[in-house]
């Protein structure tokens, strides 16, 4: 028989108790690893590795700020400490355009030229409203120099491919790029450092671009089928309860995740696919799949 569920161990009663805060991305202001449910060490659990799960973070559409040390990050315009727009090139480098009077941007021009160390933080929350929104954090520290020469076209190009809609380079944009000297990742599959060499050979995720809209899609329109999953827990689906639903909370090419909620609690459960998806073609066939298996179980 078809069982693609694999609960999480120990999520049930250790974490999610009463208190659990549902506000959105202002409301949970803890890290990541309290209160969030999380995988333990098993053999037959696909998971992307650190790396992977970090380019795919960077190259998401999860907010992001740059700290510079000596540069007060608290600027007094709002929305100057964080890039507008990023990508990332083919040997590893981050193109970032930010603001030309921003405080990375007069950084960089009062450097000279000179190493300017910074560090990019990036914050990824759940689409969707659950507890414990904060699914992941993230920091890739390296070297801010300005993009100039016959660079420029190309992260200009760049940057256009992956934000067709702007903003565009221009008198009030400066575009730099982020040369990765060490990166971490704290999310729900857990903690790990990235070395600069092991995020320029790493692919994203292939549906890091369409996760959120996917996400809300399911929650929105097909809920009903979301808390059917629960029959494919086993000894778990008596924890489900269909009292306070069921939300997806994170997709990747290797499954879905979904928090279920009983008696106040919360837990979270993967639903890992018969083979890793390439394409959106493929993840409709694959969570078609899920959702036949939970209703013929």
Excluded: Y
Excluded at 22 to 40: I, L, S, V
Excluded at 81 to 101: M, N, Y
Excluded at 252 to 275: H, I, Q
């Amino acid at each position: 028989m078809f069982r693609p569920g694999s609960p999480l161990p120990g999520a049930g009663s250790a974490h999610g108790t009463g208190g659990e805060d549902d506000r959105g991305a202002g409301g949970n202001t803890e890290g990541t690893g309290r209160g969030q449910p999380r995988p333990e060490e098993e053999s037959d659990v696909r998971r992307p590795e650190a790396a992977e799960r970090l380019r795919t973070l960077v190259e998401s559409n999860a907010s992001a700020a740059l700290v510079i040390p000596g540069v007060d990050r608290h600027d007094p315009t709002p929305g100057q400490g964080a890039p507008e727009a990023r990508a990332v090139t083919s040997g590893g480098d981050v193109a970032l355009l930010v603001p030309a009077d921003s405080p990375a941007a007069r950084a960089t021009v009062h450097a000279r030229g000179d190493d300017l160390t910074a560090v990019m933080e990036i914050t990824d929350v759940a689409p969707v409203a659950v507890p414990h929104r904060i699914r992941g954090r993230a920091r890739l520290a390296g070297w801010l120099t300005p993009v100039t020469g016959r660079d420029r076209a190309a992260c200009v190009e760049l940057l256009a491919e992956r934000h067709p809609s702007g903003p565009f380079p221009g008198p009030a944009w400066t575009l730099l790029r982020l040369e990765p000297a060490e990166g971490w990742i704290d999310d729900l599959w857990g903690e790990g450092s990235v070395e600069p060499e092991e995020f320029a050979a790493a692919s994203p995720d292939p549906l890091v671009r369409h996760e959120a809209e996917l996400l809300q899609h399911l929650a929105a329109a097909h809920g009903d089928l979301v808390r059917g999953l629960c029959s494919l827990l086993g000894e778990r689906e008596r924890a489900c309860g269909f009292r306070e639903g069921a939300v997806p909370v994170a997709l990747d090419r290797f499954g879905l995740r979904v928090r279920f909620r009983a008696d106040g609690r919360s837990f979270d459960a993967r639903f890992d696919f018969p083979r890793p998806v390439r394409d959106v073609a493929g993840l409709r066939r694959a969570i078609h799949a899920l959702f036949e298996a939970a209703s013929t179980d």
